[in-house]
């Protein structure tokens, strides 16, 4: 039995729904230089959704190499999703 908390974070889920593919597109919409595939996510619900998004990411040139990153993102309860904050994964 999972128990939500309330304003806290859901696990990760690695099926992206159409509803998380969808506000990760929408928040990424103009941005350019690198390429985000996102692997699995979570959500935390507040006054709209935060999305957290585990992604690969690739800056597009040729040949280059991929590193993972999360990819946070808001999606308001009226209004467009946009990008919060992206933090690349060190080892």
Not at 11 to 35: C, M, P, Q, W
Not at 48 to 71: D, H
Not at 76 to 84: C, E, F, Q, T, Y
Request: net charge neutral.
């Amino acid at each position: 039995m999972t128990i939500e908390i309330l304003g806290g974070w859901s696990s990760f889920d690695y099926e992206i729904t159409g509803v998380a593919r969808a506000v990760l597109k929408e928040a990424l919409d103009g941005f350019v230089g690198v390429n985000y595939v996102p692997s699995a996510f979570a959500t935390q619900i507040v006054a709209g959704t935060n999305y957290c998004f585990l992604c690969t990411g690739e800056v597009v040139v040729p040949n280059a190499p991929r590193f993972p990153a999360l990819v946070h993102v808001f999606k308001p309860l009226n209004g467009k999703a946009h990008i919060s904050e992206i933090i690349r994964i060190k080892p």
